[in-house]
């Protein structure tokens, strides 16, 4: 098994303190921001950033159904962790200031992958896919912040 990762960023029209207090609202703003390829939306604790638990079910592919359990940190200022309980999933945000009111967003996610010819397609194509979902997700993240 080798570790599989998907990077995304995107440079936002908004102060990063903004742009991060938006990913962190469990509560309101994040449902918000996903695609349809997340359903079950669900925050079980919390809301606001740490300490927070939420659920979702992320459909990668029409085969590829993950249902989340996240444990939500923020172990540095501009960062936030979302732990999967239920795999080996990592999701990290990470929001840093990149000029007067503007911001960069960088999501990356990492997991354990398969091994064997599975695991080649899944270190393969995998990343694309989640790429593509995680820059829509960024895209509704900017537009929502940029009002």
């Known amino acids: 098994m080798a570790q599989v990762e998907a990077t995304t960023e995107r440079i936002i029209a908004a102060d990063a303190e903004a742009v991060f207090d938006a990913l962190t609202d469990y509560k309101d703003t994040r449902a918000k921001l996903l695609s349809e390829h997340f359903s079950e939306y669900e925050v079980r604790q919390g809301g606001d950033g740490d300490g927070t638990v939420v659920h979702w079910r992320l459909q ?12 939500v940190t923020e172990p540095t200022d501009g960062q936030l962790v979302e732990k999967d309980r239920n795999s080996s999933m990592v999701t990290t945000w990470t929001v840093t200031p990149a000029g007067e009111g503007r911001s960069k967003a960088v999501v990356t996610t990492v997991w354990q992958g398969a091994g064997g010819i599975g695991g080649f397609f899944e270190r393969t194509f995998a990343p694309k896919g989640l790429g593509r979902i995680y820059d829509e997700v960024l895209s509704r993240l900017a537009t929502e912040v940029e009002k």
Request: aromatic share 0%.
């Open 60 to 71: 990668a592919t029409s085969k590829r159904v993950r249902d989340c359990l996240l444990d």
